[in-house]
């Protein structure tokens, strides 16, 4: 185990078997349907690789670089695209893929810019929620599990950019924040 970890919330094996049910689901509701995840960039990067493996349909996959929260534990409030979509998408079904919703400023702002190009529909799926956080309402159709309030990190999420590559979802001790 990474030494920074104090403990693992989520393990490698609850994750993937997770994965596997939202892409069952996911592949039933959108049968006969077109298709695009778009991957929130960076978190979501891990997540989405599995998930789209486990989704039994023609998809497509595009990328969005978002952040708010630069290297603080604490969200800015100020959403910045990084990197936009570059394609249309006029007409087709998006389903953003993301690694965790906290206050929910970044997915409100996202699904309303996505909203405003002419989609048929926009949905979220989610691997983490954090609800004890949310400052703005959000419907989200896919969620793989709530976490409390805590900082956690792995799977995608970082802590100042580390802590993506770990397997599973964890917290770390407190003398990593201080130092
Ligand atoms: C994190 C996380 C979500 C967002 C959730 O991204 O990956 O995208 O914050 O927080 P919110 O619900 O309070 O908006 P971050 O801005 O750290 O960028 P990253 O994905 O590149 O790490
Ligand atoms: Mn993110
Ligand atoms: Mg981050």
């Not at 970044?106 to 004890?132: F, M, Q, R, W």
């Given at each position: 185990?990474?030494?920074?970890?104090?403990?693992?919330?989520i393990?490698?094996?609850?994750?993937?078997a997770?994965?596997?049910?939202?892409?069952?689901?996911?592949?039933?509701?959108?049968?006969?349907?077109?298709l695009?995840?778009?991957?929130?960039?960076?978190?979501?990067?891990?997540?989405?690789?599995?998930?789209?493996?486990?989704?039994?349909?023609?998809?497509?996959?595009?990328?969005?670089?978002?952040?708010?929260?630069?290297?603080?534990?604490?969200?800015?409030?100020?959403?910045?695209?990084?990197?936009?979509?570059n394609?249309?998408i006029?007409?087709?079904?998006?389903?953003?893929?993301?690694?965790?919703?906290?206050?929910?400023?970044?997915?409100?702002?996202?699904?309303?810019?996505?909203?405003?190009?002419?989609?048929?529909?926009?949905?979220i799926c989610?691997?983490?929620?954090?609800?004890?956080?949310?400052?703005?309402?959000?419907?989200?159709?896919?969620?793989?599990?709530?976490?409390?309030?805590?900082f956690?990190?792995g799977?995608?999420?970082?802590?100042?950019?580390?802590?993506?590559?770990?397997?599973?979802?964890?917290v770390?001790?407190?003398?990593?924040?201080?130092?």
């Amino acid at each position: 185990m990474n030494k920074d970890i104090k403990k693992i919330l989520i393990t490698e094996d609850e994750l993937q078997a997770k994965v596997k049910e939202l892409g069952a689901k996911i592949t039933e509701d959108y049968q006969g349907k077109d298709l695009l995840l778009v991957c929130v960039l960076k978190g979501a990067v891990l997540f989405v690789s599995d998930l789209m493996k486990r989704i039994d349909l023609p998809l497509e996959i595009n990328f969005m670089a978002i952040s708010s929260y630069g290297s603080n534990t604490q969200s800015s409030g100020v959403v910045r695209i990084l990197k936009d979509l570059n394609q249309s998408i006029e007409g087709r079904n998006v389903l953003i893929v993301e690694d965790i919703i906290d206050s929910g400023l970044t997915l409100s702002y996202l699904t309303e810019n996505l909203k405003a190009k002419g989609p048929e529909s926009v949905e979220i799926c989610t691997i983490l929620d954090k609800p004890d956080r949310r400052t703005t309402s959000l419907n989200i159709k896919y969620t793989g599990f709530q976490v409390p309030d805590e900082f956690v990190v792995g799977y995608g999420l970082d802590y100042a950019e580390k802590y993506r590559n770990l397997p599973y979802i964890a917290v770390l001790k407190e003398e990593v924040y201080t130092k």
